[in-house]
């Protein structure tokens, strides 16, 4: 099975150094083939049999052991991955005029409900659930006045990992044509 791992809050300002050719490595060792990253900021695709919750565990624990940091992870398949760019609007992208973000979410958050507990301006921003995940498309010119300014502030959002739509496409693509991007 297609996996992607997402690494919550690593090379962000200085800190939580991970170099990506470690990391690559760390995923080889316990057990994952066709291990590529993409961008710093944590992404990992990789495939593997094993159950996401086991994985899950060993990876993070691996991550613990080689850089002496915890760092959380969220494991996606390739059809959440899907189902996430399924429901994001072609015309939704994070460019100069707007910006789309994926707030993936650990399991203690991930319900559709999710959507009721998060503040939405519905005049300037539009969010949709997608298993596990929040998409949020607000206009540049407003992004200050939205919720997601909001959510950061909470408790929540130490419940998530935020990637930007372009980044997710592009993961996507990965995932299918598994292209190695290192």
């Known amino acids: 099975m297609k996996y992607v791992a997402l690494l919550r809050g690593i090379n962000v300002g200085g800190n939580a150094k991970v170099e990506m050719p470690r990391l690559k490595k760390v995923f080889e060792s316990v057990g994952c083939t066709a291990v590529s990253t993409y961008i710093n900021s944590g992404n ?11 994985l899950t565990e060993r990876i993070e624990d691996a991550i613990a052991k080689e850089f ?27 460019d100069s005029n707007q910006k789309t973000d994926v707030l993936f979410l650990w399991e203690e958050i991930d319900d559709p409900s999710i959507i009721d507990r998060v503040v939405i ?62």
């Open 44 to 54: 990992v695709v990789f495939d593997d049999n094993r159950p996401r919750d086991m």
């Open 68 to 94: 002496g940091m915890d760092i959380k992870i969220v494991l996606r398949d390739e059809a959440s991955i899907q189902a996430i760019c399924r429901i994001s609007p072609a015309s939704w992208t994070n």
């Open 121 to 182: 301006n519905p005049d300037i921003e539009n969010v949709r659930y997608a298993g596990g995940a929040l998409v949020w498309n607000i206009g540049r010119e407003n992004a200050t006045r939205g919720g997601g300014v909001k959510l950061i502030k909470t408790d929540m959002y130490k419940l998530m990992t935020v990637r930007n739509i372009n980044t997710v496409r592009k993961l996507q693509e990965l995932m299918e044509q598994g292209v190695p991007s290192d």
